[in-house]
């Protein structure tokens, strides 16, 4: 095997520990132990969590005390909601190991990139790489976790640094990141919120209200009648996202309300648009518009 093929097999990290062993963490891990199998990995997480994360193959060691979960880590994934994921920040930094390297998978990036500077950089020792893998299903837990959920998927990094001036322990997550298959896309903070308010975020809570107005609209109390009884296939795809619980949603819009708002305002008067426009051919113009994007973003994947 050529020197450089060798190198591209070995693991970036020794030992890792995922902080919240559920979709993502899951995931995580299923995907890092496909590819090294040998690789430490523990997990850290309530105890019935741990034991299904362990039946499922993501994680080799359970540790119900954070301490202990990082203190060999060279590599500390945290997925967790935003809020959990901050508290956890300051017992973190005092347990990692100075060349640690931490790094979050929160689907919003400004409150938790803030409070780990102040964090980190007070703590002299452990880096902080915000993430956000922008990959994930409706239905939570690690039972729904799967080993290619990253694979062809964009992987947000939160880095100021340029590419000659990023430090070894991130160049290490990119190559582990391209190496589960994933794409990786840099941009600060600020960038991922509003761009992830208006892609992520928005489409989440069209599909939410969508299934409001079904329901509402619906005959049966169970959604069984008239208009639902009629729905085919395009319904069900555009209120897929509406099978997401709501804990997973609850601290991205608590943390991204002003994007979140904003978003919601642009959509609000493209429909006020759509309206005035029913019986005139700029109708056509709009489909043929929207035609074009789903068309780019068939050929993105």
């Known amino acids: ?20 062993t559920g979709l993502i963490g899951g995931s995580f891990g299923l995907a890092v132990r496909d590819r090294w199998p040998a690789l430490t990995i523990t997990g850290w997480d309530r105890a019935d969590v741990l034991d299904r994360a362990c039946e499922a193959g993501a994680i080799a060691v359970a540790a119900t005390d954070l301490e202990s979960a990082v203190r060999d880590a060279d590599l500390i994934y945290v997925a967790l909601p935003v809020h959990a994921a901050m508290e956890m920040l300051p017992a973190i930094a005092r347990a990692a190991r ?16 803030r409070l780990a500077a102040k964090v980190f950089g007070e703590s002299g020792g452990a880096a902080f790489l ?17 080993k290619d959920l990253f694979r062809g998927s964009r992987y947000g990094l939160v880095t100021d640094e340029s590419e000659g001036r990023r430090g070894e322990s991130v160049e290490k997550f990119v190559a582990l990141v391209k190496a589960l298959g994933a794409i990786p896309v ?6 991922h919120d509003w761009a992830t308010a208006i892609v992520s975020h928005l489409p989440q809570l069209v599909s939410i209200a969508l299934a409001g107005v079904v329901q509402d609209e619906t005959d049966e109390t169970d959604g069984t009648g008239l ?3 009629l729905a085919g296939t395009g319904l069900r795809d555009m209120a897929r996202l509406a099978g997401s619980p709501y804990d997973v949603w ?9 994007n979140i708002s904003r978003a919601l305002d642009r959509l609000a008067q493209h429909i006020d648009y759509l309206r005035a426009n029913l019986a005139t051919r700029e109708l056509q113009t709009e489909f043929e518009s929207a035609n074009r994007l789903y068309k780019t973003l068939r050929e993105m994947q």
């Open 130 to 146: 915000g993430g956000h893998p922008v990959a994930g299903k409706e239905r939570s837990g690690v039972e729904n976790a799967s």
């Open 1 to 20: 095997m050529p020197a450089d093929q060798a190198e591209s097999h070995k693991p970036a990290f020794k030992h890792i520990a995922i902080l919240g």
């Open 98 to 113: 100075p060349a640690a390297l931490i790094t979050d998978a929160c689907g919003t990036k400004v409150t938790i990139c």
């Open 250 to 258: 609850r601290d991205i819009c608590l943390t991204n309300t002003t």
């Open 186 to 191: 840099f941009c600060d903070a600020e960038t």
């Open 227 to 229: 208009p639902a009884l």
